[in-house]
């Protein structure tokens, strides 16, 4: 059964550098979104991408997060200077266009910021 | 903003026990989505349930669209059944706003 998977599973950064997460979506899936979950929070929506763009975005998702789909196959959230509060598991989904609207969820990415 | 409510928002049981989970939200939905993260983080996508019921072994839930609430049942839990379990809603007409989570129900069951 296809499945997003995402890359790193586990990544640790020093404050203030830049961070790149990666994301394979299913191979005929349209829409792509990132989530973050802090520990012991609950999961909140980041960015969505559709057609090379971002769709919608959060408040979470300021200037220090941008988004790209390099290829046909990869999806990447990019954090350009880490701070402490960025430490938070992140989720990569995707979603097939149509009539159904269920999002597969990757794996996560947990990222620790020191 | 779409509002999710999840409760209860911890629950014990012994193993072999019945529970039910519910969601209430605040508006009409695309979509609705159950999910349970295990020890490792991850998201286990239990249903997609925007209307109707479905049963998945144990599991089945039942979503009233009308009356904007959803129920997840956990028939004769077992101790890998432990875990946060999330419900999660894409607002009807959002376009691709993301799905809005609750803050999860907490589920331990205890041999």
């Known amino acids: 059964e296809p499945e997003v998977t995402q890359t790193p599973s586990h990544q640790v950064t020093q404050m203030g550098q830049e961070v790149i997460l990666r994301c394979v979506p299913i191979?005929?899936?349209?829409?792509f979104y990132w989530y973050r979950q802090i520990l012991g929070q609950k999961v909140e929506f980041l960015v969505s991408?559709?057609?090379?763009?971002?769709?919608?975005k959060s408040e979470i998702f300021d200037d220090q997060f941008s988004v790209e789909r390099p290829d046909g196959s990869n999806f990447t959230l990019k954090i350009r200077s880490t701070k402490l509060e960025d430490s938070a598991m992140y989720f990569c989904a995707s979603l097939t266009s149509g009539r159904a609207y269920e999002q597969f969820f990757g794996p996560g990415t947990r990222l620790t910021v020191l | 903003g779409i509002q999710v409510e999840q409760s209860p928002p911890d629950l014990i049981l012994q193993e072999g026990a019945n529970s039910t989970l519910r969601c209430n939200f605040s508006?009409?939905?695309?979509?609705l989505q159950w999910f349970h993260q295990n020890p490792w983080g991850q998201l286990i996508n239990l249903f997609y349930i925007p209307s109707g019921t479905k049963q998945n072994g144990r599991l089945s839930a039942t979503t009233v669209a009308t009356e904007r609430y959803s129920l997840l049942y956990i028939s004769s839990s077992q101790t890998t059944d432990s875990g946060v379990y999330f419900c999660a809603v894409e607002r009807m007409g959002g376009g691709a706003d993301g799905l809005t989570f609750g803050k999860g129900t907490h589920l331990i069951i205890q041999p």
């Open positions: 508006d009409s939905v695309n979509n």
């Open positions: 191979s005929n899936h349209l829409y």
């Open positions: 991408f559709y057609n090379n763009e971002i769709s919608e």
